[in-house]
């Protein structure tokens, strides 16, 4: 008779602790909440981190800027005029807009970079609409980070994020408007963002859930800081195709150190890598991602 009744209450036990797991691993409907914080460590600095810093070039004959037909809204001819596209922005042989991260690698004392959690930047980055084009045409932006979106322009557009892994979105924002907020949970790179008045409008944001990424100035240079010493996949990221291409790059950064990494990019496709058709969620785990 004890023996069944501690039983009972066994299984009783067992069946309500199941239950409250289950509740706790519910996926968070709070859409937007921060997701940077659950799961791996939170990344603290030594005090000894490095970067890593290079040049973006672009061998051989670009194409030439091609001018953009506005004449579908006056106020964007009447803005901007000789509005051209932008997926080849060289000078001087060096490629602007492209975007560079850390991709995976272990650090010095042996952890995984993807496995690290960081917290989402309390600062905004900004996506501004001015002369029907977005400036900067290419970003990067932090998990959970709010992106502002602005309209500097005498019209209405109509911003629309096109992602894989996040949800899709779009807002119209007529002129004088304030200010839209967006983030977006998952990292992504990139996400291809348009505008549903002005066809030729286009954006790419990198979304990681590390701040280890950068993107190229119009000299083709660019600094990603505060890196831990150790050995990293890095890869460059330059629009072009359905999905851009990609090259990656293995450096190591060394403790208070620097290390360089310069790529090079011709025509459509890059000159060392294969065009990718991932449009990778980088340090992506759809699993972790849920919760
Ligand atoms: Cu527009």
């Not at 010095?108 to 600062?123: L, R």
Request: charged residues 15%; proline residues 9%.
């Amino acid at each position: 008779m004890f023996m069944k009744q501690t039983k009972v209450w066994l299984i009783l036990t067992i069946a309500l602790s199941l239950l409250a797991l289950a509740a706790c691993s519910k996926p968070e409907s709070g859409a937007g909440e921060p997701t940077a914080t659950t799961g791996g460590t939170a990344f603290t600095p030594k005090g000894n981190e490095g970067s890593v810093t290079g040049a973006v070039a672009y061998t051989g004959t670009p194409p030439a800027p091609k001018k953009i037909d506005t004449s579908a809204d006056p106020a964007c001819g009447a803005k901007n005029p000789n509005l051209t596209t932008e997926d080849n922005v060289v000078t001087n042989g060096k490629l602007a807009n492209v975007f560079v991260y850390i991709k995976d690698g272990t650090t010095a004392d042996g952890k995984k970079i993807t496995e690290f959690t960081f917290p989402a930047p309390t600062t905004s980055i900004t996506l501004d609409q001015n002369g029907c084009h977005y400036r900067p045409h290419v970003l990067g932006a932090m998990v959970n980070q709010d992106i502002q979106i602005t309209n500097s322009d005498p019209t209405t557009h109509n911003i629309h994020f096109t992602p894989k892994s996040n949800p899709d979105w779009n807002q119209s924002q007529p002129n004088g408007a304030p200010p839209l907020m967006h983030k977006l949970a998952r990292a992504e790179v990139l996400v291809p963002v348009k505008c549903n008045q002005h066809p030729w409008m286009k954006a790419y944001i990198g979304v990681l859930k590390h701040p280890f990424f950068a993107v190229s100035a119009e000299d083709g240079t660019y600094t990603i800081k505060g890196v831990p010493p150790g050995t990293y996949t890095v890869v460059a990221w330059h629009e072009g195709g359905a999905t851009g291409s990609e090259q990656p790059m293995t450096v190591t950064v060394p403790a208070n150190g620097s290390a360089k990494a310069d790529f090079s990019f011709a025509g459509a496709t890059a000159s060392a890598g294969t065009p990718s058709l991932e449009m990778m969620p980088a340090l992506e785990f759809p699993m972790l991602g849920r919760h």
